[in-house]
Structures are given as structure tokens and as C-alpha cells.
């Protein structure tokens, strides 16, 4: 889980690891790419979420409703930002985790008009052969782990993307960008 909120500092809490279900486990920066080669930001490319990312972002909004908080709307910017970070963390291009966070936030900023806070959960699901079982694989685990449950039920929140990627050895990565408008 990461966040930026108003003074644009990113915060970082570390996470833990769940059988089969991989959280971020951030380490140094979460800067421009940090020397990893490849990474893509998803700004300026048409977004037409898939099935899993839809469900995905159901899921939460599900979640975040039983927990009387209110829906997100998804966002098809924020989700082209979020689905680049999956398919470059699923091609090995950047490892999982926030690597990159600082220039997604940036653009996730700059894509929603008086956007003022910022806020990542990724994580990856191994062994889930449906898209249905990856997504709440993914939701499960983001509520078992303190920090990925808080940022999924901030309060500041209200529009959301999601980006799933599928490596070739069939693990699932996923990203949740999180934006909250003043």
C-alpha cells in the first residue's frame, strides 16, 4: 500500500505475505522507475477495463459498502495508469511492488481535475485459474493485510482504477489506484 496525501510525501507501510497471495513489501524509493528499464505509466492510452479489473473494483465497492463506507467510481485514466503498472510487474519489467508510485501519482493527479490525494494497494495471486477466483483471491487478501484493508476504506477516496495482468506462468498482478477529490 502507498499513498500520497495533499503535501505529495508518499508514506509506506510494509506487508505481508500470504500463501499463494503476494502483497508489496516496498523497499528505498518509489521514484521515477528507479533504474528499472521498461516501465510503461498507461497516460494517453484508450482504457476499456476487462472483466477481471471489473470485478475487481466491484469487489471493493461491495466491500467498502458492508463497511459503511461510500462506492468508487472507476476512473478509465486511473486505470489505464494502474493496468500499466500490472503488465509491466507480470512481464518482469518492474518487480511487484510501488517501484514507479511517485510518477503514477503524478499522473493520476494530473488526469483528474482537483484530484489531491493519491493512494496504491498491488499484489499478485498464484494458482487461481479463473478470473473470478484471481479477483477475490486479491480482495482477500488486501482485507487480511491492516494496510492494504485502510487504504481500501479511506475515506478520502472517490474515484478508482484497476489493472490486471496475467504473466506467462499464469500468476495474476494486480494494481488499485486510489484518488481522492477535493
Not at 13 to 36: M, N, R, T
Not at 147 to 155: I, K, Q, W
Amino acid at each position: 500500500m502507498n499513498s500520497w496525501r495533499n503535501s505529495r510525501a508518499p508514506l509506506c507501510f510494509l506487508v505481508g505475505l500470504s500463501l499463494g497471495v503476494w502483497g508489496c513489501a516496498p523497499e528505498g524509493d518509489f521514484g521515477p522507475s528507479s533504474g528499472q528499464e521498461g516501465a510503461n505509466l498507461g497516460v494517453g492510452v484508450d482504457h476499456e477495463p476487462n472483466d477481471v479489473e471489473l470485478a475487481v473494483h466491484d469487489l471493493v465497492n461491495d466491500y467498502r459498502l458492508d463497511s459503511e463506507q461510500g462506492s468508487l467510481d472507476f476512473d478509465d485514466a486511473i486505470g489505464a495508469i494502474a493496468r500499466a503498472h500490472s503488465e509491466d510487474m507480470a512481464s518482469g519489467a518492474v518487480s511487484l511492488g510501488h517501484v514507479g508510485f511517485n510518477d503514477r501519482a503524478e499522473d493520476a493527479l494530473d488526469q483528474v481535475s482537483g484530484a489531491s490525494s493519491v493512494g496504491e494497494n498491488v499484489g499478485r495471486v498464484d494458482g487461481e485459474a479463473t478470473e473470478a477466483g484471481a479477483a477475490a483471491a486479491m480482495l482477500q487478501y488486501w482485507m487480511d493485510s491492516p494496510d492494504h484493508d485502510e487504504n481500501m476504506l479511506h475515506s478520502d477516496w472517490d474515484l478508482a482504477g484497476v489493472g490486471a495482468a496475467q504473466s506467462s506462468e499464469g500468476s495474476w498482478y494486480f494494481t488499485q489506484v486510489f484518488v481522492g477529490v477535493q
